[in-house]
């Protein structure tokens, strides 16, 4: 039986070009068949194509296919895999040229779309036309954007031109829930997840991905407060400096949907956002129910949209105030989504022109309240005979008394 080729590809090859970890290997075989695979203890796992896991490494190993669009949407291909498809045909199918490339088992760089070239000017180019078969790759050149671009990366202007005829020829709109989720939490997880969202509003895919965050993009806020003005900046800006002081998800989505409810404030109002807080929140919700994230998601966005006015007036805010906060946020039960409501609620904060670096007080101000208050606890008042609702109520005012002795 002839030894088949074996070549690293796609982002383990890119990654160690731009000196980054490289995370996972993915395999391309050249010259094998399903029953050459499984005969050398490979397992298939791949649905719709070959793709199988090494016996003892559980790296993927694919044959090298190609692929052909048989119908609208993602999901719309079929695929051509057996031993006389060539490397080049295979690295043709995919979505951009600094992913198109391979390696032999001799470290050889196989390059045949010029993937080095656009590495070295920063560029995400599209390998073919047949990048426009597939409205995912709009979401993948984003989510590219959104981990390459504090190395200088930006996307080619023809590569942007193609996705905007994608997105006007309405290729976007066969995108599911599922999969725009999954690309939105991996790109929240990159270095700059701001990229991917003013990514998807250059190309115009933001309006139909995510009407709610596009809509908020032209509406003014008090200069006094947001020297930014923009609504929209201001998000970016925030999540900007969620990236900042968190490498968790959640707390990014939370700073990235906080302000929603500025995007219905009647024109009228202008530039104010009366009871946006609370007006906001139904968005959150819809938008969560429809893009089905988890419900950690949807908690931790509710919380922040609906109660980071309160972290900006921590200092202003009376004791009974705080202490009804706090049990709002179910400060107690969950403390770790607590802190995550502070960072988000930080970042809001942050998010404004010449507010990036300033010392803030509020963070400082709701830790030690919830200290405080954490150390009251409801057995006490149940020793001393209460019942029912009644500790409830005495637990509230034992709280309220010691926050009061602490601001003296």
């Known amino acids: 039986m002839p030894e088949p080729t074996l070549y690293k590809v796609g982002g383990a090859v890119r990654d160690r070009l731009l000196d980054l970890p490289v995370k996972d290997t993915d395999w391309v075989v050249v010259g094998a068949t399903v029953e050459e695979m499984e005969s050398r203890g490979f397992k298939a796992v791949g649905k719709d194509f070959p793709v199988f896991l090494h016996p003892e490494t559980r790296e993927e190993y694919a044959l090298a296919r190609t692929e052909r669009k048989t119908a609208p949407g993602y999901t719309g291909f079929s695929f051509h895999a057996d031993a006389e498809v060539s490397l080049e045909q295979d690295l043709l199918r995919r979505d951009l040229t600094i992913n198109a490339m391979a ?8 390059d045949p779309y010029g993937g080095q070239a656009d590495l070295d000017a920063r560029l995400l180019r599209h390998v073919s036309p047949a990048f426009s078969e597939d409205p995912v790759r709009i979401l993948r050149v984003a989510r590219f954007l959104a981990r390459l671009q504090p190395l200088g990366f930006r ?8 996705m905007r005829e994608m997105v006007q020829n309405g290729e976007v709109d066969a995108l599911v829930p599922e999969r725009v989720w999954q690309e939105t939490m991996r790109a929240l997880s990159e270095p700059s997840p701001q990229s991917f969202i003013l990514a998807l509003r250059d190309c115009g895919a933001l309006a139909t991905i995510f009407p709610e965050i596009d809509r908020l993009f032209g509406v003014p806020q008090p200069e006094e407060h947001h020297p930014e003005i923009d609504t929209g900046v201001h998000t970016m800006m925030v999540l900007e400096q969620a990236a900042r002081l968190s490498d968790d998800a959640q707390v990014r989505f939370a700073a990235l949907v906080h302000d929603l409810g500025k995007g219905i404030t009647p024109q009228d109002q202008w530039p104010r956002h009366i009871d946006h807080e609370e007006k906001g929140v139904p968005l959150v919700e819809a938008m969560c129910e429809r893009l089905r994230c988890p419900r950690e998601y949807r908690d931790l966005g509710v919380n922040v949209t609906r109660y980071h006015l309160c972290f900006h007036r921590a200092g202003e805010l009376k004791a009974s105030t705080l202490v009804d906060l706090l049990q709002k946020l179910d400060a107690y039960r969950k403390p770790e989504r607590f802190d995550k409501w502070l960072l988000a609620c930080e970042a809001d904060s942050r998010g404004r022109p ?3 670096d300033r010392e803030l007080q509020q963070p400082a101000i709701l830790k030690r309240a919830y200290a405080t208050c954490r150390e009251v606890e409801a057995r006490a008042f149940a020793e001393q005979g209460l019942s029912g609702p009644r500790i409830g109520e005495a637990v ?12 003296g």
Do not use: F, H, S
């Not at 996307?155 to 193609?162: G, N, S």
């Not at 509230?396 to 601001?407: C, S, V, Y």
């Open 155 to 162: 996307i080619a202007e023809e590569t942007l031109e193609l």
């Open 396 to 407: 509230r005012e034992e709280r309220i008394r010691r926050l009061k002795a602490q601001r």
């Open 354 to 356: 010449g507010y990036e």
């Open 103 to 110: 390696e032999d088992e001799t470290g050889k760089i196989i």
